[in-house]
């Protein structure tokens, strides 16, 4: 059974850095998609990151990119968005999902293909 439980969420300042942590139990081998996605309020849930798992391969949306850097610790079974330079509009609820992917050179970003969600950790970045 997949566990996925996100952490490191707060309240900050514009133009501050958080980092979120995703700890996952229960991925067997490396054939798997790993992302984090956020929902603002009244808006819909968009992926921010994403990283396939055998590779390593990212993608991000062009929004984040030069600001936020998803990582993995296999030894910790641990993903990672450390997120820089924050805005307001990065205020959302995030979460971290997996699911199986055996695609080693594509990363799966598409929130629907993804299986196993954590319940969220929310961040709000005030001006």
């Known amino acids: 059974q997949v566990q996925v439980v996100e952490s490191g969420g707060g309240a900050v300042q514009t133009g501050e850095s958080l980092t979120l942590s995703c700890t996952t139990s229960?991925?067997?081998?490396?054939?798997?998609?790993l992302g984090w996605f956020r929902r603002a309020p009244g808006k819909e849930r968009e992926a921010i990151s994403c990283?396939?798992?055998?590779?390593?391969?990212?993608y991000y949306i062009d929004s984040v990119k030069g600001r936020f850097t998803i990582s993995r610790d296999n030894a910790k079974n641990t993903l990672y968005l450390q997120m820089t330079a924050l805005e307001p509009q990065d205020t959302a609820m995030y979460y971290c999902?997996?699911?199986?992917?055996?695609?080693?050179?594509?990363?799966?970003?598409?929130?629907?293909?993804?299986?196993?969600w954590g319940s969220g950790t929310q961040v709000t970045v005030s001006s």
């Open positions: 999902a997996a699911s199986e992917w055996s695609y080693s050179m594509l990363v799966q970003c598409n929130p629907q293909e993804y299986k196993y």
């Open positions: 990283m396939t798992l055998s590779s390593g391969r990212t």
């Open positions: 229960g991925l067997l081998g490396d054939d798997y998609a």
